[in-house]
Every structure is written in C-alpha cells, then in structure tokens.
C-alpha cells in the first residue's frame, strides 16, 4: 500500500507524457488488485473486523521486506510487474517433470520475453526456486513472507500486502516534499515541445466488448494468451473438473446507437425483412457500412446474434446496385446477369440451410439461390440463371481453380460472404487463406469489385483477421462480445478425469452427465444431450433412464400432466420405431438423420412443446434445426471422421453450434452450456470456445498445393509473384505479429519487416519439392515457374503433390484394372482411412466377390480401399456403420482421382492405360464394370435386364439395335413390349460409325481425315445438351496414342470431320494404326477401326530443296537502273543472301521460275519488259493483290509504266504502253471462262506472276491452269512465288519452271533473325483461355525490351477484352498507368496521343499504347492507329486473325494468341452448328511474316497453341508448308466443266482431258495419288475417271 501510495504521489507530479505513459499500467494494476491468496475484496466489510493501524501495517511491511531480501529469485521475481498473479503457474511449471528445454519456451512466454535473463535464472537454479516458491507460496514462517502480526481482539485479519522496508523513507513528510521540488524543477527546466510525434492510440470505434483489455486486441509478447474472463471458477471432484464462465455483461448502449425499424429501409430492405419489426443491435449498428457502402468487413459475433441477417443486407446492397432506376418494378428492375453472389459456408448441411433461408427471404425479387457444393453440381446453364450460390470453401477452391465451365462464374462476382472465418485455425483454414488469397488478387489483377465480408464467432485476434480480409479497422471491422449473445449464456467445460477411452473414462462421462441431466430437470428445465453417433442418442437416452430410475427420481422426467400428452402418446404409438415409443413414456426423446422425417418431426415438435424433458441427439439437429433448449450438454469430444478414417476431436465450430442452441430466445433470460470432455482436452476447448488462444494461420501445410494451384492457373509466374502472393495470405500476417509461431526470431521482423526473405524460402522450398515431383518447371537463375501436364492436372483435380509423387513411381502405359486400382488405393487422399480389427471379417467375406484380386488384403489401408472401391462399383452395400462412411468417401474421392489419372495417361500418349482409366472412371460413376451390360445405364426393368443377361449377354447393343420389338421380345424369352423397351434403349444408346481417308503430305507425314457420324437417337432427358467424347489415333501395338480430339455430338450434329496428322517412319512403316472412339459417360460406348497402312502408296521424299550458297551480297547496283535503285534504297539497304542467290536467273533469262522462300523477293524485275507488252500479277486474295499494287505503284514512278488493279472485264484489254495489271485469282478465273477471244491481248503478255501459291485454291489452280493451257503457243515467262514448301516439285513442274530456275530454300535459310517459340496450353477453346493467355503474352511483349508488338486473336470480338487484359498485366508488373506507351515519351508526344484518340471505348486504350484494328473500326480510326503505330506511340497492336492478310505493317515481336477459332455452320439456319477449327497453317506462316525485319533486326515469334496441336504447327513451320491440289474437293471445276460442255468450248471428254493435264492435279495424281484415292499412276487413266464422274 505505501509503495502504491508513493507512485501516486509521483505520478500527480509526473510530466503528461510520463502519466499517459503509466495510465494503462495504473489501470491494469487497480482492476488486478486483490488480497493474498487470490480472494477478490468483499463489497461490505464486517463492522466487527478490526484493521491494524498504520504503524502496525508499516512495521510489518518492514519485516517483510528484511525476509524478502533474503532471498534473490523471489525478490527478482516480485520486482517485475504483474507476476504475482502468475506464481502458482509457475510454480507448477517449474515443479513438473518435464525436462528443461521442454519448459523453456513456455516459461519464457509465461514470464514475459523481456526477463528472458530471468527464465535462464530460473532453470539454472529450478530445485531452490521451487522450494522457494512453495515456501513462500504456503505462508511458512521462516520463508521470505511477512510474518503475521499481533491478534488485535484474538483474531488475526491478515489482510495486509508485503511492502518492502524501503517505502517508509518515502513517507516521511520532508523526504517527500524535498522529491516533489526536484521533480516539478525538472519538469519546469523541460521544453514545452519534445519535438518528437507520438500517435495517438489507435481506437477503434466498432468494438463493443464489456471486458477492459480487448479493445487493445492485445496479446502476450508471443501472441497467443489471454486471460480467462473476470468471475470465472474452477470446481475440482474425485470424477471430474468442471470451470464455469458466467454470462458476460451487457455492454451498455452508446449515445448514437438505435434500433432501426424496417418501415424506414427502403422498399427493396423492407420487403427482404417480412415479420420484422426492427433491425437487432448489432444489424442496426452495421447497416450503415452494410447496406451503404462497398467496404469489406469482418462481423464478429456470438452465435445466434443475427449474422446471416447481417450478410442479407450485403447482398442486399449488391442488388440494389445492380437495378435499372427506371424500372418501378423492383423485382424486374434488377440486372440479374450482371453479378453473382458467393456465400461460403463451412458445412454442407450449413449450406442447405443457408439456400433455404435466403431462397425463401428473395423469392419475391425472383433471385435463385442455389447450392454448389460436392453433392450438388450446377450445369453451366443452371450457374447463368443463379445469382447467390452458396458453397463450401473446398468446392469454390476447386471451382476458382478451373478457368473454364463453372470457373468463369468467378469473373462476374461482386460480393464472397466467408461464414465462420474463425475456421482459419482449422485444419481446412488453409483452404479459406487460398481462395481469399485469390479473390484479392483477382481484384487487382482485373480491377474489379468484388466486396468480401467475413462472419465469424468471436475471436481473440480480429484485427489480423481483419487485416488478413483487406478490412478497414476504422470502418469494416465490427467486433461484439459474448454480452450481444441473444440469450446470455454461462458456459460449464467438464473435464472428466481417467485415461481417455477407458472404461473408467466412460463411466465418470455417463456419471457426470446424468448429474447434470437431474440437476437441470430438477429445477425444471429441458435439456438437449448431444452424442456424436446415431446409435449413441438411444444408449444415452437408455442410461439416463437407468440412473434415474436408480436414483429413484425417474418421476421428475415424467411428463404425464402435459395438457397435450395423450395426443402426443398416440402420435408416438403410430411410428414404427420401438426404441422412441419406449423412452417417450419417461419423458426421453431421440433424433438423429438416420430416423425417418416422420419420427424426427414429431420429436422436434414434442419438445418444442415440451412433451419431452430430455432429447437425445447428433450435431445434424443443432445445424438443421432451430430448436432451443434451456440447457445443452455436448456428451464427449470424439467423433468419428470418415474423411479421416478415425476419431478426431469435436470441432470448435461444432461447440459454438451447440451452444447457440442453449436459451429460448423470448422465452428465457438465461441459458446453460455443458461440454464433457476428456481432462486432457479440457484447456483446449476452454481456450478455444471462450476465445483465449489467438488463431494461428494452417496455411504452410497446404502451401504447397495451393502454389502449385496458382501457377496452373497462370497468377504466379515466377518466384516474385509467389512471394507476392503469399503476402496475401492470414500466415504473412501472422508471422508478423507471432514469429516464434513460425520459426523466426524477432531480429529477423525487425531487420525485414515485411519478411522477404522468409517468403522466399517457403516459395523456394515448395518450388523445389513440386519439381521434384514433376509438377512445375523450376528455373532457380530466373525463379521461373511453369506448370507441366502434371501439376495442371493435380490442380484441376485437387490431387496432392504426395499423390503425384506415388504416380510417378507407379504409372505404366500397360495396366489391368487390378493394376489401376492398386496405384489409386496407394493415393495419399486415402491414407485416413484405416482398418480396425472389427471390419476385417467383412472385408474378408466382401474380397471374396469381388472381381479384381486385390493384392494387399485386408491388412493395410490400401486393400481396405481397393476392397471398398470394388464393392462400391458391384453395388455391395457394407453392414458397419464406419464401414459405410469409409466406403462413401473412397466412392467420391476415387472418381476425382482416377479421372486425374485418366488426363495423365492422356497427357503422356498412353493408349492401352487411358482406355481402362476411362472404362474405370465411368465404373465409379455409374457402378457398373465394363464387361457387364451397357443396358444396365438405362431404366430397364430387373426382369429384363436379368433375361438380356441369360440370353442375349453375346450381342452387342448395335446388333440389339438392327433387331425388331417381336424378335428382341422372342430373344429375351419376355414379349414384345419388353422387346421395344430393350430396343428403345439401344437405339439411343450413344454410338457413331467412323470413316476415314487417308491423305499422304508427305514422305512421312500422313493425314487421316476421319468422319465420325452419329449413329443414335437422341433423347435429351437422357444426353442433356451434349455428348462428349474421346477420338484418337494409335499406334498397331495400342501402346502410343497418336494424336487425340476431344469432341461433342450436340442434339443436331449429324457429323463431325476431324483431322489427324502423323508422323510414318519410312524405315519400318507400321501396318497398321487403330481410330478409337470412346464415349466419355457412356459405359461401354466405344468403337474402333483399324486403318491399313500395307498398300499406302507414300510420296518420295523431295530432293529439290535449294540450298542457301555463302556468296558476297549483291549491292543494289546490281539492277543497273539508278531510278529503280533510288527507289529500292529507301526501303533496303541491299540484297538479301537469297535475293543475290537468284537475282541472275530471275532478272537475266526467260526461264520459268519458281521461287519458295520464306520471304517473297524479285517483284522489281517486272519492269523489264518491251514498248506495248504487258505483265500480269496473280494473287489469291484481294487484299495481297491490294498490297502487290501498292508496292508497284511505288516503283513504277521512276519508270514509263502504269499499274492498274484490273477487274473481270478489264484484265485482257489492249493496251499501248508498258502495264502491269494486278487480278485477283477469282477474277483472272471468269476473265478466261467468259472471254474466249484474247488470242491478241495473250500475244503482246510477257510475264505472269503467280503470288503466293501456297495459297493455292481450286479458284486459283483453275485459272492459272486455264492460263498455261491458252498461253502454251505463246512466248509467256511464268514466275512463281511461294512461301516455303515441303515438296515442290510438282508445282514447279506445274509451272514449266526450268530445274535451274527452281529455288526452293526452307524457312531456316532465311537472313533474318527469327525465333520461333511455341507454348502449349490445355484449357479448352473459351473466354477463359485468352485469360490464362494474358500473362504470357504480355511476358512474351515484354521480352522485346520496349520494341512494337502484334497480337493476333481469333475473331474480333476478343480484341477489346485481350487488349484490356493485356493493360491489366502491365499495371500489375509496372505498377503504373502507363501501359505500353514508351518510357522516353515526350509531354507533347502524349498531348499529341490524346488528340489523336477518337472519343469511345479505344480511346482509354490508346492513351495507354494499344491499339485494335479489325474491319468493326472505322476506317478513318484504322489509319490513324496505323499512323500512331509507325510512330512508335502505340506499341502494341491487337488484330484479328484474318487480320494478317491485310495488315500493312510488321513487327519484331508477334504474338498468336491461340491458334483456334470457332466456325459457325449454316448461319441463317435454325440451330447454328458452332465448331471449334484450326487457323490454316498459310495463316501461321503469315503471321510469322509479320515478324521479320528487312533491316537485320531480331523478330520473335511466339504461338501460343493447344498442346496437341504443338507438333503439326512446329513441323510444318520448320519445314515448309504441305501443297496438294483442291479441285477434287469443291464444285468448282465441276461447274466450270458442265458451263464449258454447254457451250461447246470443250467438244468432247478427250478435249476435257487435255485441258485437266494443265493443272497442278494431274501433276499430284502421279506422284501422291493416295491422297486423291487413286490406285493407279497412270495420268491419262486417272484424268478420263475425273472427266467421266464430272460427266455423270
């Protein structure tokens, strides 16, 4: 007392810094005092109780102090603060077993990391510190404690504290007023400003708590304890410990605080409100954040306070934001297709019930509300019409992981409700980390809106979790204690003494609980008994009934004077269930989801009635149901878990439930809360559900699936965006606040506050160990982090890493099903599940019938699963309860994980594994083994299905297809309408024929052109929208697939063509390859056809391939004509290597030429022509004939030529002077079809120039060939000009073109610097695809080091979207606004840029350095875009696919972002067939021209491509492109022909076969005849079969 006496003396004449300095402490010190001993100060003293005098108090306190000097471990201990109240702690610390470096971390945090000299103190010296700890807290005489004064009246008090000697001098009157001078001349000497800012303490004003240290969040120094709430006692007996919380005082209201009515809200609130009359307290104190602004939040409260409503008025918000204000109709108003709602909650059953309470609350908005979670999938149909989806955080995992089918819904949602978030300190906390992880990250990235608000019970640590949710503490964080519980609430946590499990256990848990169960009923309360198996709510009831019955006060249960007993007891009499009738006579009641709805009814109605004093339940009640009790008892904390295959502790969040259920809410003003346990477990559920330990992050030990998950899905990239990502995430948040949590020292958060380094080894370590298992392609120089097949596929499937890592070990291309489940039993997914002795006779007599041989038996978890697995798809039920919930988990865990197996074996071209992966996944789905009767998926009758087994188990379902009702009726020995139904169902069951054609393009390449036609009815009850399925190509051993599709019949798709290309080895060519079909839902729906490759006539190879000669460049000189050179120079600065290789054959003879290069060249030779002669110039599409003319035009100036674009009618016109006439193919085509007269127009022709014939069409080949065949008397020079080709040959002798004229250089001979990167992608052709694209395309800009960039897209409606998506990513990287716009970019060149932007949506693009181009801009934008391009102001230009004909300008990086496009047949009619096709490969090496420089700069050229696509695109890309002749193919010469017989230009068939041995087909009939379906090499017999099919 002297010494709290002389620190308020100092303290009243302390400076103001040094008081707000000691206020809190003084505080804390006041609310902690008490008398020794712990006992709290009577509120009113006895009279009769006399109190020692002053001198008395000081004289002991002298004492004491002499006897407390002796002793230097106490003394160093009282001279801290506040410790006194730890002593008996430590104490018990100190005095336990355990060794000293066991202790050391918890004494350390017990006493403070500060006095850690102190701790080390302690150990060192433990046996004396104990023995004087106990001495001293015992009151020994001799012990360092003030002795006892005299007895004043007989009695001694001892109510005195210890004071040491010291604080008499502090009393003396002079001693103190000489201190009280020298301080307040200290104080004056000071300066009034210390100029040094403090902060004000950070107080938060939604924080509503009756206890006086939460408001600070605080902690101890290791962020993990605090102090069990004030009246808190502790009761000890021979069976148990009991603690009992009492209720917490109601936070008085503050002045601004009111209860909001409903008839205030507006009328989209109000009518979401029915019943309502006003808004609770905590509703009305977060509305204004709720309902009127975006703020994310973090809503903190007790069970049962109302929290859904508060997350009603968030969604609430979202549709009011989404309205049309001229609509009057609030329902019609709103935009449902604009916005979806995310609300995660914890439980499925949780779920459930949050659809109905929302979908009954908005149905009058007409909002869907539906739920998505493992048992109930959403079609993509029924996601678009739902707008609030109501999942688990496991399940929007996966659904965010996925960028396509339900994964797109994550770009179109406004608001995640995250429900009880205080889960983040469960074992599925990680999972919460990684999907809130992603959404922050997907709101930078798109910068869009997504509002995330998160509900949860109290929690000790709610500022990191708000911080954790992007939650402003000021205005989002709403905190309100256990005193807003609806119903206050005292909480009893039983531990019950005995080893856990053990029958002693047991039966002081059955003791204690009937204890309480009479106590409460005693006084006349019901009580709800909650037991964690169905079978244990009768034995509890039972036992109950028994003890009481014992304890002779079964009367006290009985409710017999209930005014409604007799109307229940017949209510009761009419169920089948004995055990209820039985217990309902003494006033028991039982429930649990394995009892009918009927019963379960009944007994929620009976007890809400309180017919019923006693209900024994499951959990299942406290979350399905809202019926409260007075009192609730959780009897035992272990439940079986089947996802883990064991007993695992009562879930906190299952504790809270429970309680809530405790208290009528209106009824009663108080409720009881009993939890038995196990005394081990009693401190963890006591600090969990009152809230005393801070939650901690679970996330390292899912980190690594969830990086492997984020590269997948292309956020992370590289070790930077990984160590940026997990700054996102509740573990960076706590291993700043807690780092002895987490292995770090508090010097290593001071010298790296933001934990850099930290970040960069778990990114490290998780890289390296997902490398290891094949998963990412790890580049420790570049942190470069690139998913494989692999790691997609375990990302898409939810597979663990250690899964992987056993696949690796065990996959093979050739595997049985035995085999297949054997590697899928070993799945780490499965290593919960484990076998107990009591189940082994079960398994035995279930391996007994099973097909498969399960190798491991019954003795390990792998055989149990196998076991289960197998009985699973035999449909064999198991007898055990466990049993049964194992099986249920290996049933919907194994067809995940055999499907990811399939996409492996896919994935790596293993044909004979992949078909029983596929067999094996629809086993599981349907539970039907591929050698049973694939009748069996319809809904045939038992008798039938068991006949068509006995008799027609050896027809397949297509010969049961060809057959009538009366036959099928005979076979299966039933009648006739037995007989329809059977062939009903194998009509409809899914099939196709397939035809192929097989069409050489090469020495040793080979197209099949398959036609799969479907060959069933379609019945859309039964195949829905669409039936996907699996076509490929494999090799004669059924080792190797080949090539793959994945395809989809539609209700009115008749036929699918697609094309295979493959490589033939010309040494060892194989027989054969087989075209597999295989239905990707249907049991048994599969077809194969074996093409023979024996009698394939292959083309030989080409041998006219020109190889690029080491010669001087020639300069331009060369041409000898200083005009044409001027002009020349200012676009080259001199030949090329192939331009100087040809330059003498082309511009010095008049041989037929023809050049394939990779770049065209030579076009300045065709000026060199007489007076009055004329060149023409042929090109395939307008738009290359538009260019030619262009190009020409310019170097026409500096000589006596004219360049004309001449049409149909112009093309022969005579003329007087020098002319080149540029035509189109088409138009060059019915200019000689139609004008038979220009014998004279063909003499005064000189040269014909034939551009680009790689592009060479039935158009083009006709009219070239038409041309030959008319100039063959006339002296024409025929110049051909090709990209590179694989074989030309044949058009060079098409062409005439003399061996010595023929160049022909592969794409590596060019000049120019070009590489050529390809990357694979494995999403599906969708939005989503040119999402994942984005990164890597502007990765792919940003290589080019600020240089100009095209992006090539399918259609134009991507190009806004990729644009945009393109600007996002380099926001992200640059963090800044700045986009592509140059870094050395001028004020004036930008004032220039704005100007220059047309006013629309381009504009924001442009400002930012990108530009679209397709033909939807108007004309006048295009150039101006063109213009901004050339000068460099926009850098990268976003462009259609078919784009690349006409686009005038190049750059040195090019970018194909996918090389798919959707084509979409019969557009006008009904029923659109929309199907995805190839970009033709002349389009690829188009774009890839774009890229190449003239002037010596490096052009990059990227591909971004399906992975099965990769290897036809790479080939033909590196060796030039594939030619054959397409007139067999179209109408074309089919018309053209009967149009000539009409009109008597061709007399007869022979006339029809001279003119056909002009054209590039009769050249291919000879040397690639398979292509064509011609058996024969004889061109005049193959020509005469043309002409005679034309004929017919």
């Known amino acids: 007392m002297a010494q709290d006496l002389a620190r308020h003396l100092e303290y009243l004449v302390s400076t103001a810094e040094e008081s707000a300095d000691r206020e809190k402490r003084l505080l804390d010190e006041w609310a902690r005092s008490s008398l020794p001993g712990g006992v709290p100060p009577k509120d009113d003293l006895d009279e009769s109780e006399e109190w020692p005098s002053v001198l008395e108090f000081i004289q002991g306190s002298s004492n004491a102090s002499r006897g407390l000097s002796d002793s230097s471990i106490i003394s160093d201990l009282l001279s801290k603060p506040d410790v006194e109240h730890i002593l008996p702690s430590l104490l018990s610390l100190l005095s336990s077993s355990k060794p000293d470096d066991t202790i050391s971390e918890e004494l350390v945090e017990m006493i403070g990391f500060d006095n850690i000299e102190l701790s080390m103190q302690l150990l060192a010296r433990r046996p004396d510190a104990v023995r004087e700890l106990t001495t001293y807290l015992q009151g020994d005489q001799s012990a360092p404690r003030a002795p006892e004064r005299k007895q004043v009246n007989g009695r001694n008090k001892g109510k005195q504290k210890e004071v040491p000697s010291s604080q008499l001098d502090q009393l003396d009157p002079a001693e103190a007023r000489r201190r009280m001078e020298e301080t307040l001349r200290e104080n004056a000497a000071r300066p009034l400003w210390t100029g040094t800012a403090h902060d004000a303490p950070d107080v938060l004003p939604h ?133 979806k709602i995310i609300y995660v909650a914890p439980m499925k059953a949780l779920a459930a019930e949050i659809v109905r309470k929302l979908g009954k609350r908005l149905k009058w908005l007409s909002i869907s509300v539906r ?113 807003f519980r609806p119903v206050p609430l005292e909480q009893h946590f039983i531990g019950v003494r005995g080893k856990p499990n053990s029958p002693q256990s047991k039966k002081n848990l059955d003791r204690v609980t009937y204890e309480k169960v009479s106590e409460l009923v005693h006084e006349g309360h019901q009580v709800m008994v909650f037991v964690h198996a169905r079978k244990e709510t009768v034995k509890t009831a039972e036992a109950l009934k028994e003890a009481a019955h014992a304890d002779g006060v079964l009367d006290e249960f009985l409710c017999d004077d209930h005014p409604q007993h007799a109307i229940f007891r017949r209510d009761v009499g009419t169920s089948r269930n004995k055990e209820m009738k039985q217990l309902f006579d003494n006033g028991f009641g039982i429930h649990h989801a394995g009892m009918l709805r009927t019963d379960r009814n009944m007994m929620e109605r009976m007890f809400e009635a309180r017919a019923i004093k006693v209900l024994c339940c499951t959990a299942t009640l406290a979350w399905g149901v809202n019926l409260p009790a007075h009192a609730v008892i959780i009897k035992g904390t272990q439940v079986y878990d089947s996802s883990k295959g064991s007993f695992t502790d009562l879930s906190v969040l299952d504790v809270l439930q429970v309680f809530g259920r405790a208290g009528r809410p209106g009824l009663e003003d108080s409720g009881v809360g009993y939890i038995c346990t196990s005394d081990d477990k009693l401190t963890h559920y006591l600090d969990a559900v009152t809230s005393q330990v801070a939650i901690e992050s679970k996330f390292v030990a899912g980190m690594i699936d969830s990086l492997n998950a984020e590269i997948a899905l292309g956020t992370v990239a590289n070790v930077h965006d990984a160590v940026q990502w997990l700054g996102y995430t509740y573990l960076f948040v706590r291993m700043r606040k807690n780092p002895f949590q987490y292995g770090l020292g508090w010097d290593e958060v001071a010298d790296d506050p933001y934990l850099g380094a930290k970040r960069n080894q778990l990114i490290t370590s998780a890289a390296l160990q997902l490398a290891e298992a094949r998963m990412i392609a790890f580049d420790r120089q570049t942190g470069s982090l690139v998913c494989t097949d692999l790691g997609r596929i375990a990302a898409k499937y939810y597979i663990r890493h250690k899964s992987i890592e056993i696949f690796n070990e065990k996959f093979r291309p050739k595997m049985s099903e035995a085999d297949v489940l054997g590697m899928l039993s070993m799945s780490t997914e499965f290593d919960q599940i484990q076998v107990r002795e009591n189940e082994v006779k079960e398994l035995e007599a279930m391996m007994e019938i099973l097909p498969c041989v399960v190798k491991d038996g019954t003795s390990t978890s792998q055989g149990k699963v196998n076991i289960l697995l197998q009985a699973y798809i035999s449909q064999t039920r198991p007898e055990d309860f466990a049993l049964v919930s194992d099986q249920a988990y290996a049933a919907q865990n194994g067809g995940r994980i055999v499907r990811a197996l399939l996409e492996i074996a896919i994935s790596r071209k293993w044909a004979n594994v992949s078909a029983v992966l596929m067999g094996m996944s629809k086993a599981i789905e349907k539970r039907l083994w591929p050698f049973d009767n694939p009748l069996k998926q319809f809904e045939l009758k038992a008798d039938v299905l068991y006949n068509l087994e006995r008799w027609a188990d050896d027809y397949t379902v297509a010969e049961l297809a060809e057959m009538s009702a009366e036959e099928l009726g005979k076979l299966i020995h039933l009648n006739e309408r037995h007989g329809s139904a059977v062939r009903e169902a194998a009509k409809q069951f899914p099939t196709a024929r397939i035809t192929y054609s097989l069409r050489p393009l090469g020495a040793d390449v080979l ?24 076509v490929w190509v494999e090799d004669q051993d059924g080792t190797n697939i080949l090539q793959l599709s994945h395809l989809l019949f539609r209700p009115t798709t008749q036929t699918l063509d697609v094309d295979f290309v493959i490589s033939i080895p010309s040494q060892k060519r194989p027989s054969s390859v087989t075209i597999r079909f295989v239905s990707d839902r249907w049991q048994g729906a599969e077809e194969e056809v074996e093409a023979s490759l024996e009698e394939l006539v292959m083309p030989s190879s080409s041998d006219s391939h020109t190889p690029r000669l080491d010669i001087p460049y020639l300069p331009l000189s060369a041409v000898q004509n200083q005009a044409l050179q001027d002009v020349l120079s200012r676009r080259i600065g001199g030949f090329n290597a192939i331009q100087s290789q ?118 083009y080949e006709l009219g070239v060939s038409l041309l030959l065949h008319a100039t063959q008397a006339h002296p024409v020079r025929f110049l051909g000009l090709s990209n590179s080709l694989n074989d030309p040959a044949d058009l060079a002798a098409w062409l005439d073109a003399d061996p010595l004229a023929l160049h022909s250089f592969r794409p590596s001979d060019r000049d120019q610097a070009l590489t050529v990167t390809a990357q694979t992608f494995t999403i599906p052709h969708s939005a989503a695809l040119f999402k994942a694209m984005a990164k890597p395309a502007h990765a792919a800009i940003r290589a080019g080091n600020g240089q100009p960039a095209i992006v090539f897209v399918p259609s134009r409606a991507q190009c806004t979207s990729v644009a945009r998506d393109l600007i996002t990513q380099c926001a992200l990287e640059m963090e800044s606004a700045r986009g592509y716009l140059p870094d050395d970019l001028t004020s004036a060149q930008l004032v220039r840029l704005e100007r220059a932007a047309p006013a629309g949506p381009l504009r924001d693009l442009l400002t930012r350095g990108v530009g679209v181009l397709h033909d939807g801009v108007p004309k006048a934008e295009r150039l101006r875009v063109l213009e901004l391009f050339a000068e460099g102001l926009v850098r990268v230009l976003v462009a259609p696919r078919e784009a690349c004909w006409t686009l005038p300008v190049r750059a040195p990086t090019v970018v194909v972002l996918g090389t798919q496009y959707v084509h979409v047949h019969n557009a006008a009619a009904v029923g659109d067939e929309r199907q995805v096709r190839e970009y033709a490969l002349a389009e690829l090496v188009r774009m890839q021209g774009r890229a190449v420089q003239h002037r010596g700069a490096a052009g990059r050229f990227w591909v971004f491509c399906q992975a099965e696509g990769k290897d036809t695109i790479t080939r033909f890309l590196n060796d030039g492109l594939p030619l054959e002749s397409t007139l067999l193919e179209t109408d074309v010469l089919r018309d053209w022909y009967r149009a000539r017989r009409k009109d008597g230009a061709i007399k007869d068939k022979q006339a029809a076969v001279d003119v056909l041995s002009f054209t590039f087909l009769a050249r291919r009939l000879v040397s690639n005849p398979a292509y064509y379906d011609a058996r024969s090499t004889a061109v005049n017999e193959l020509l005469s079969r043309i002409v005679d099919k034309l004929e017919g």
């Open 371 to 483: 739920e998505l979670t493992g048992d109930m999938q959403l079609t993509k149909k029924e996601i678009a019409e739902t707008q609030i989806i109501v999942t688990t955080p496991e399940k929007w995992d996966v659904v965010t992981r996925k960028p396509t089918g339900e994964g797109e819904l994550a770009s179109k949602v406004k608001l995640l409700i995250i429900d009880e978030v205080h889960l983040l300190n469960d074992e599925r906390g990680a999972v919460i980390e990684t999907i809130v992880a992603r959404t922050l990250r997907q709101v930078e990235s798109t910068q869009s809106v997504i509002r995330i608000v998160g509900l949860s019970a109290t929690l000790p640590n709610y500022i990191d979790v708000a911080d954790f949710l992007s939650v402003n503490r000021h205005t989002g964080l709403f905190y309100f204690d256990s005193s």
């Open 1142 to 1259: 040809v330059f003498w054959s082309i511009t010095k003879t008049r041989l037929h030429s023809l050049l394939c290069a990779p770049t065209g060249c030579g076009k300045e030779t065709l000026l060199q022509s007489p007076n009055g002669s004329w060149v023409l110039v042929v090109a395939p599409r307008r738009s290359i004939a538009s260019e030619l003319a262009s190009d020409l035009r310019l170097l026409a100036r500096s000589s006596d030529v004219t360049v004309d674009f001449a049409v149909t009618e112009r093309i022969f016109d005579k003329t007087a002077r020098k002319a080149v006439r540029v035509v189109t193919a088409t138009d060059l085509f019915h200019a000689l079809a139609r004008q038979p007269n220009i014998k004279e127009s063909l003499a005064r022709l000189r040269l014909v120039l034939c551009e680009s014939l790689e592009l060479l069409d039935a158009v």
């Open 207 to 339: 924080v509503y708590t009756s206890a006086s240290m939460v408001q600070g969040n605080m902690l101890s120094h290791l962020g993990t304890r605090y102090l069990l709430p004030v009246g808190t006692a502790r009761r000890e007996t021979e069976d148990y410990e009991e603690v009992t919380i009492p209720p917490a005082k109601m936070v008085p209201p503050r002045a601004s605080e009111r209860l909001i009515p409903v008839a205030e809200l507006d009328p989209l609130a109000n009518g979401s409100f029915p019943g309502y009359t006003s808004l609770n307290r905590i509703q009305s104190i977060v509305y204004p954040t709720a309902y009127h602004s975006n703020e994310n939040m973090l809503v903190c409260a007790p069970t049962g306070a109302g929290k859904t409503d508060v997350a009603m008025l968030t969604v609430l918000r979202v549709l009011d934001q989404f309205r049309s204000r001229q609509d009057t109709n609030i329902a019609s108003s709103i935009q449902r297709d604009n916005f």
């Open 1007 to 1030: 197209k099949i052109a398959v036609k799969v036609e479907r060959a069933f009815n379609w019945n859309n009850r039964l195949h829905g929208s669409g039936e996907p399925f699996w």
